[in-house]
């Protein structure tokens, strides 16, 4: 069974929302909540400043990073993905993102032309994970 997510719909809008405002460049920021097997429950997003100069490629300020450690950390939660966007392209890992990938079972929710989908990073490469009409929802 590929690994799912669970993710608040107002959470999921406030990203598409994100990588609208974003334009022309990348969104990005973090992802609070806890990991139980296979199942991703995501409780909060933390927005983050875009450090890169290409506007095809994402940076999270470390800044940024550290706070939502802490915010994270308080709430008895993690850090367990991250999110971006793809302003002129699909929702789907580009060769930057694996590129720029290195933490093993890390859930990334790309969002591109209109849709947000989600992987987790694994063994060198993307693993893609429930997504669309099939995501797991949570009222929360």
Known sequence: ???RVELPPGLRAAILAA???ALPLECCGLLEGARDGELFRIKAIHPARNLSPDQSCFEI???DHF???KAARASGHAIIGCYHSHPHGAAQPSAADVAGAG???FLWLIAGE???NAFVYR???FLG???GADWVTSSE
């Open 67 to 69: 706070a939502a450690q």
């Open 1 to 3: 069974m590929p690994p």
């Open 114 to 116: 209109g849709r947000l």
């Open 103 to 105: 933490q093993d079972d």
């Open 129 to 131: 994970c429930v997504t």
């Open 61 to 63: 300020d470390p800044a």
């Open 19 to 21: 990588a609208d405002g």
């Open 123 to 125: 063994d060198g490469g």
